[in-house]
């Protein structure tokens, strides 16, 4: 949108620069791309956001002037003059017939014969062409400036080129043809709105008017039209026949429906002005909604939301100065009435928003938030996010599966001999005829589903409620596992292939508990073969299974392994321990020592550490698992592993003597404990 410093200065009184303007208007979110001084005026171009329609017009841009100003808009309204020469003598000779009032709301004519079509004044011509307008004559050019000025597209028709004083809004027929004042046909369809007379189309409805209707230098009376289109109608029709106007852009947006009468006016003021003419007719069909709204407004949420204390004078003349009415509701609240070009405010945050516009962002300080602490909720709503964004983390993906279930589905997951099942009474099919007492079942039929759509790795969970009989209904976690993925291990290892198995879900499960404060003392995975039921504390809380061939014969999974966990959140929830203590780093360097041990292959690694531990003393803070061996060097039934310890003091630099004293006490006693050897 390109406006001229003195075109605004018609509307508002200005006292500041061309450069003060740009800065203060890019600082209310109009942002002044460019600003170029030609021929005694300054042009400014400015983006204007697509919420914005009403700034699509020098008035609308001198609007905000006045606030940004604290100046006022000089009324134009009382300039209009209409001389009506002959205005009764033909009253009911023009027929306007809307088809649809849904795409045209509101249609006007004005008839003005006896124009002179000629070269615009130069003033006339020098003001569109600043702002990047070609002057075509006169009637064509005033129909231009109009739109510019007020935001209200306009065109004008040869009257005396249209057949029986007839105009018609509607849709295109199939088959129908236009060519357009850009000289190129058009073809036409039934999503195209269309202007016509009462024998062919004459204009593109809001887009661009037909060759054999333009005001031409021979053309004497004219049909000046000024109407409302449905927006998504023109930005169709726009796009279907590739054309782009000044006017579909501002119909596009919405038009002010309380602008189209005062432009129809201003453009016969002028046509009478310049091209001599005399109106004769004016012409109404349909109407248009005032396109206002009353929004209660609070004072003290105002100063709220902006952190600052605005007094109520000063919100008012903000919002008065840009066209709002304001109507004093209570001691610190107002009724606003918007005004009709506005209609992108709709809620109080809305007028909020203004009022920090013109009101100066650069006036409102920055802080720091105020932050309330809210106690934990470490129920089992508070648990279940905090569950989901740790198995995020890990890279597993959360899936949604319904609640109902076929009952043949649970064979092989689910003993029906317990009969407790909950079954539907009028299910609505067959394969939803049951409540799920358990997520296996239906994870297993998502994988199933996924490895039939080529995915080669699946890891996905799901946090849902089963329902075990009448009385038992609780959260579940559901963790699935299957197939191979590839991991780069740089030019000399390449790809590792790894393919799910139950370490993978042991793994998930652990870095779940440890993140959820249970230490490793605390639970553990029992069984062998197709199953591993969980404990924590020695209560069971889920169980870790591999389908075996059967089921995955029914689900027509074939050379894959699939591997599910399913844990009672329920369970698990008064094990949980949320709360952390955080330490600062230590200041002083920790000292590591290493030691290889000989062991037996069943001895676990968890023994050896927990041993490991206990011998320690306070200088022992980290042990870490860093090697492991079987060959041939190694007796049979026999492992060798390295562990690494770390020894650190909050207090001070540690001695070789200090560390090589409990190291020796450790080592001496997982050697005598174990009957290892060291290395």
Known sequence: MKVTYNWLKDFVQIEISPQVLADKLTMVGLEVTSLEAKDGDFVLELEITSNRPDCLSVIGIAREVAAITKSKIKNQKSKIQIKNQNFCQRRGSLKINIENKKDCPLYTAKIIRGVKVKPSPAWLRKRLELVGCRSVNNIVDIANYVLFELGEPLHAFDYDKLAQDTIVVRRAKNGEKLISIDGQEKALSPDILLIADQQKPIAIAGVMGGKDTEVGENTKNILLEAAIFNPLIVRRGRQKLAIQSESSYRFERGIDPQIVQVASQRA???????????????????????????????????????????RATEIKRILGSLGFKLNSKAKKSFSVDTPSYRQDIKMPIDLIEEIARIFGYENIPTTLPCVSLQTQDNGIG???????NILVGLGLYEVITYSLIDRAGLEGFWDDAQNNIIEISNPPSKEQGVLRPMLMDSLAHCVAYNLHQKQGYINIFEIAKTYVGPDLEQYVLGIALSGMQSHWFGPQQGYIRDEAGFLHLK???????????????????KGGGYEYPIYVKAQKIGILRKLPKDILEGLDIKHKEVFLAEIALDNLLSHIQLNKRFTAFPRYPGITRDVTLELKEELPLEKIIETAFDLGGKLLR????????????VAAGFKRITISCLYLSLERTLTDAEINSEHTRIVNGIKEQFNAKIY
């Not at 091209?275 to 004769?280: L, N």
């Not at 793994?507 to 995975?525: D, M, N, P, R």
């Open 507 to 525: 793994g998930i499960l652990t870095q779940l508990f440890c993140c959820l404060g249970l230490s490793e003392k605390e639970y553990e995975f």
């Open 268 to 310: 016969t003021q002028l046509i009478q002005e310049i091209a001599a003419g005399d109106f004769v007719l004016a012409k109404n069909a349909g109407s248009a909604k005032s396109g206002t709204r009353k929004i209660d407004l609070d004072i003290d949420r105002v100063n709220k939301n902006l952190g600052i204390n605005i």
């Open 382 to 388: 508070g648990i279940i996010p905090i569950i989901k």
């Open 622 to 633: 980290k042990i870490e698992f860093t090697d492991y061996y079987k060959g041939e060097k």
